[in-house]
T-cell receptor
Framework: GENVEQHPSTLSVQEGDSAVIKCTYS??????FPWYKQELGKGPQLIID?????GEKKDQRIAVTLNKTAKHFSLHITETQPEDSAVYFC???????????FGGGTRLMVKP | GAVVSQHPSRVICKSGTSVKIECRSL??????MFWYRQFPKQSLMLMAT?????????EQGVEKDKFLINHASLTLSTLTVTSAHPEDSSFYIC????????????FGPGTRLTVT
């Protein structure tokens, strides 16, 4: 089955700095790569996603890059703010409508 | 759009009793819903996939007789934890796949189950 590894497990940055979280996956057939933000005691919230026919996608301060050859994708958050503090999960789906396999999560702390 | 609700948000029950958790897609139809379990400071573990009008598909190691799933309509799926024990205490989260938009899944806010 699919194996997704996420690094780092914790990340502490100063407000205004950038944060980068990276995930690697094992199944080359995977074609959908979402990122979720989970705040304490809440369900995950989809923040950005990318499909395998695209190399990069940006939405304001958030961007995701995908390298299909190397089987890794990354979340980039620029100009971090304290409210960005949360746990971020990457996920991978092998094909349309199939289940998601999650990475282990990254606890991001943005210090004011 | 794409809002998923769960009820209850928190439940405390005694060992041996059963608990039902509801998952609803509020503004879209969901042909498929997923149930996850999450332990503190850990990732989400898929328990089962629920398709409207058919039996759920359970992941390896998940007891189907203990975690009963019913997906009776395009907007409602329920998870019943039968004969709950303290080790069933966890955060249960559902997600719904948007009909005709194959990839996208939206998550509910989760249900914190504590079995005493």
């Amino acid at each position: 089955g699919e194996n997704v590894e996420q690094h780092p497990s914790t990340l502490s940055v100063q407000e205004g700095d950038s944060a980068v979280i990276k995930c690697t996956y094992s199944d080359s057939a995977s074609n959908y790569f979402p990122w979720y933000k989970q705040e304490l005691g809440k369900g995950p919230q989809l923040i950005i996603d990318i499909r395998s026919n695209v190399g990069e996608k940006k939405d304001q301060r958030i961007a995701v890059t995908l390298n299909k050859t190397a089987k890794h994708f990354s979340l980039h958050i620029t100009e971090t703010q304290p409210e960005d503090s949360a746990v971020y999960f990457c996920a991978v789906s092998p094909r349309a409508g199939n289940m998601l396999t999650f990475g282990g999560g990254t606890r991001l702390m943005v210090k004011p | 759009g794409a809002v998923v609700s769960q009820h209850p948000s928190r439940v405390i029950c005694k060992s041996g009793t059963s608990v039902k958790i509801e998952c609803r897609s509020l503004d879209f139809q969901a042909t498929t819903m997923f149930w996850y379990r999450q332990f503190p400071k850990q990732s989400l573990m898929l328990m089962a996939t629920s398709n409207e009008g058919s039996k759920a598909t359970y992941e390896q190691g998940v007891e189907k007789d203990k975690f009963l799933i019913n997906h009776a309509s395009l907007t409602l799926s329920t998870l019943t934890v039968t004969s709950a024990h303290p080790e069933d205490s966890s955060f249960y989260i559902c997600s719904a796949r948007v009909r005709d938009r194959a990839h996208e899944q939206y998550f509910g806010p989760g249900t914190r189950l504590t079995v005493t």
